[in-house]
């Protein structure tokens, strides 16, 4: 974890050439290593003194920290998918980072899933006001920020899946139905297709699958 003349910190594998991926808001961030090893780093929640990351394995592992921030390599590939961390205090108690004030926030009260970082069930329903948990598509063709779900205990976040709706009487045409859900279906396309032509960067997948996007972020227009 590095910090550049300009105060922004960086998670980055040389400490000579300070390049990697931004670190803000302290959520974790990751990079693929040399032998099959996955880098992950980020900032410690106000009064965390400690960080847990738990691997594909379930295997849990003690990140080193100091200075407000943490750091782990585990013996696994990088695959998309960011380690569950857990951040605790001087106690051993999770701590939860914090949150932007206008994100709106309900409880999930039928939530059975303990949290993978931490074990809690104490789980919230969040909507972001901004991209930076990514975009969704509504079945209308706007975007919105993509809800999350977060745990109450050590603030660990799940993306909640996008649901495509289209809204029916008991006295409305099938017919008419399965039009509007189709229309709806590609709008929802194009507004993806239109998202990975603005990207600046190499798009891949696998070959002989079926690839869709997630999600996505924006900064001053530019899709990361």
């Given at each position: 974890?590095?910090?550049?003349?300009d105060?922004?910190?960086?998670?980055?594998?040389?400490?000579?050439?300070?390049?990697?991926t931004g670190?803000?808001?302290?959520q974790?961030c990751?990079q693929?290593?040399e032998?099959?090893?996955?880098?992950l780093?980020?900032?410690?929640a106000?009064?965390?003194v400690?960080?847990?990351?738990?691997?594909?394995a379930?295997?849990?592992?003690?990140a080193?920290?100091?200075?407000?921030?943490?750091?782990?390599?585990?013996d696994q590939?990088?695959?998309?998918?960011?380690?569950?961390?857990?951040?605790r205090?001087?106690?051993?108690?999770?701590?939860?980072?914090p949150l932007?004030?206008?994100?709106?926030?309900?409880p999930?009260?039928?939530?059975?899933?303990?949290c993978?970082a931490?074990?809690?069930?104490?789980w919230?329903?969040v909507?972001?006001?901004d991209?930076?948990?990514?975009?969704?598509?509504?079945?209308?063709?706007r975007?919105e920020?993509?809800?999350?779900?977060?745990?109450?205990?050590?603030?660990?976040?799940e993306r909640?899946?996008?649901?495509?709706?289209?809204e029916?009487?008991?006295?409305?045409?099938?017919?008419?139905?399965?039009?509007r859900?189709?229309?709806?279906?590609?709008e929802?396309r194009r507004?993806?297709?239109e998202?990975?032509?603005?990207?600046?960067?190499?798009v891949?997948?696998a070959?002989?699958?079926?690839a869709?996007?997630a999600?996505?972020?924006?900064?001053?227009?530019?899709?990361?």
């Open positions: 974890m590095v910090r550049d003349r105060g922004s910190t960086w998670l980055s594998y040389s400490l000579e050439r300070v390049a990697g670190v803000d808001n302290h974790p990751q693929g290593l032998g099959d090893r996955t880098l780093g980020g900032l410690l106000p009064g965390a400690a960080a847990e990351v738990v691997d594909d379930g295997e849990r592992h003690d080193a920290a100091a200075n407000g921030a943490w750091i782990a390599v585990l590939p990088i695959d998309g998918q960011i380690s569950p961390v857990c951040h205090d001087s106690s051993g108690a999770p701590g939860a980072p932007p004030s206008d994100w709106a926030q309900s999930v009260m039928d939530a059975e899933e303990p993978p931490c074990g809690a069930v104490a919230d329903e909507r972001p006001t991209g930076s948990r990514g975009m969704s598509g509504t079945p209308d063709g975007m920020p993509t809800p999350i779900v977060v745990c109450r205990s050590c603030g660990h976040e909640v899946g996008t649901l495509v709706r289209v029916s009487s008991d006295e409305e045409d099938p017919a008419e139905l399965e039009r859900f189709r229309a709806a279906q590609e929802a507004q993806s297709c998202t990975l032509a603005r990207a600046q960067f190499p891949y997948h070959e002989g699958w079926v869709s996007p999600g996505w972020a924006e900064s001053s227009g530019v899709v990361i």
